[in-house]
């Protein structure tokens, strides 16, 4: 009987913001609390992270740590999911090594995803393998715990697909052995990619435009109040527009009905504010800090939540620990049944050392 299984992570490369939120993180809890689902890992991508971060070893050292407790400030429970850190889990080096046999060279620049990132990070001429690799490895994480759903934004559709593409490579040459995953992506199609706080189209920690989950209220508010929004509403009295404003599309976020009738009475709901700034006279310092009430209430436990973890750090690490132990187990068996399926695992192979011995002793007549 198949099974449901869920496999999800971050590189640790900084605190986790908002967009990884309400892009991933948010969803997460949800799938974890549905009871839906047989198993649900959480990776914490290190080895991916020092793809292109090999220089600076102690960045990726330190976040580990930073991601964690997101993580369980944001209501991930270590007793409902598994939450391991790729390094230490060596088989997924070895099942990369054998996928890289089954993917070319053209095929991995072809990766739209890959193509962006490098753009991105200026690598041009050169490009570290590693990271035009990084898809080999995704399909590593991915099929070394039998992941059937994988929680992404959009951006990352072009990776799983070259995951499946490994997948029935593998197992049309191999036999079946390896499960092909689904992607799934955000319900509100608003989360699927936040745009950064200077209306640039992500938030990046790398663009210094986010707001951290573990921001301090006076923080979140001074990002938010200085937040891009329609260059031509330059008076309360002007039509703004609110198609790809960034404050609006935080409201489409995060905001429901509810919180107009706490923070913002004048208005029933998200249409009647979004027709009133598009009539004028509506001033964005108004929307701003109805925007800062709503993140201020929604991250207001995360944030305590994380400061109480802060102070058990060895607790943190033993749940890691525990959970890379588990995710060793299972990668460990997926490992055994690839090699198992390309005739290499010799010293469990008793046909093949009965084949050798009548071989040679053939040869000796």
Known sequence: ??????????????????????????????????????????????????????????????????????????????????????????????????????????????????????????????????????????????????????????DQLPMIEQTREIVRSFNNLYGETLVEPTAVLPENETCMRLPGLDGKAKMSKSLNNCIYLADEPEVIEKKIMGMFTDPNHLKVSDPGVVENNPVFIYLDAFCNDEHFSKYLPEYKNLDELKDHYRKGGLGDVKVKRFLNSIIQEELAPIRERRKELEQHIPEVYKILYEGSQKAIEVASQTLNNVKEAMGINYFNDKDLIDSQIDRFTNEKK
């Not at 046999?101 to 990132?117: D, H, M, S």
């Open 1 to 154: 009987m198949s099974k449901d299984i869920v496999l999800t992570g971050d590189r640790p490369t900084g605190k986790l913001h908002l967009g990884h939120y309400v892009g991933s993180l948010k969803r997460r809890v949800e799938l974890q609390n549905s009871g839906k689902y047989d198993q649900i890992y959480i990776e914490i991508a290190d080895a991916q992270a020092l793809s292109d971060n090999a220089h600076d070893v102690e960045k990726i050292r330190q976040n580990v740590i930073e991601v964690a407790l997101d993580y369980l400030a944001c209501g991930i429970d270590p007793k409902k999911s598994t939450i391991f850190v790729q390094s230490q889990v060596s088989e997924l080096c070895e099942l990369t090594f054998y996928y890289l046999n089954l993917v070319t060279l053209a095929r991995l620049q072809r990766n739209p995803t890959i193509k962006e990132e490098i753009k991105h990070r200026k690598f041009e001429n050169s490009i570290p393998t590693g990271f035009l690799t990084y898809p080999i490895s995704q399909a590593a994480d991915i099929t070394a715990f039998n992941a059937t759903i994988i929680p992404v934004g959009d």
